[in-house]
């Protein structure tokens, strides 16, 4: 905008003007292309076969299949009680140790977080393979103990993914209001169970979803340490892929990604619970 010599105001006017909400535009071509199209294809042969001509044809043969086959069924419900378990035992394990670093009572020294943030910056592989040395050498072999063997590798390698949310989310604990508590009379366990653990809810609910989908889809561990004695549901997914069984891998696949709509949707349900919380509290 300018004033031409008799006082007017002149407006300029561009023909292209920039919108913030094209920023955008690059990620959803990403998630188009990336996300959607490949979620597309899985549903397509998930829902269909090949017939003798070689065309693509409707079919419900790979959800009969898996409904149908023990083993499938085996697998699942074993490769749920293995992703429970193991972010139970996260949890159980993370939670202190997150506490006790984001308290500066006891943590006075920022590289101890470090310290167990740092297996992340090593390969995965390389990772279990170490694992499976050191347990080879403690007598804990995958052929005679392996659900003990994959157990602490899955314990092993998902545990900073626990610890790291958790961490976050205590280092924004409201302090007042655990001083509060203590002053109104609470002991030491009351004002963990109706202060602390309340707050720390989105972490743990964070913590667990990092932790409990990866398990389940995991294939490296469980081969690995358990010595191919324990398959879990990522196992049968490549094995399906790898010997072209598309129709059956894609159906086990789209199981995969109704059970991470799932956590999604409890993730979600917790947050808005959360945030309905904190809006009480500010009343």
Known sequence: MAENPKGRKLRFHHKYSFKRSNLGIPYAVFLFIFAII????????????????????????ALVSFFT???????????????????????????????????????KNKILVLLFIMPMWINFVLRTGATRDVLSWLGISGGS????????GMVYN??????????????KLDKAQIEASRDLGCNQVQTFFHSILPQSIPGIVAASQM?????????????????????LFGNFIYLNFSNSQWNEGSFMAL???????????????????ENNLRRANLW
């Not at 103990?145 to 602490?152: F, G, N, R, W």
């Not at 998902?158 to 280092?171: A, D």
């Open 38 to 61: 490949p979620i597309l294809i899985i549903l397509v042969y998930a829902f269909t076969e090949t017939n003798d001509d070689g065309a693509l044809v409707f079919s419900f043969d």
């Open 158 to 171: 998902y545990l900073p993914f626990t610890i790291l949310p958790l961490y976050t989310t205590m280092l």
């Open 145 to 152: 103990y392996p659900y003990l063997a994959t157990m602490i």
């Open 255 to 273: 199981i995969m990604l109704v059970l991470l709509g799932l956590s999604m949707a409890i993730s979600a349900k917790f947050g808005k619970q």
């Open 211 to 231: 932790v409990f989908m990866p398990t389940i889809s995991s294939y490296v561990i469980s081969d690995t340490l358990s010595e191919g004695k324990i398959s």
């Open 69 to 107: 086959t023990p083993t499938k069924i085996n697998v699942l419900l074993v490769s749920l009680f293995i992703g429970i378990l193991n972010t139970l035992i996260c949890l159980l394990i993370g939670y202190p140790i997150a506490y006790l670093l984001a308290n500066s009572k006891f943590n």
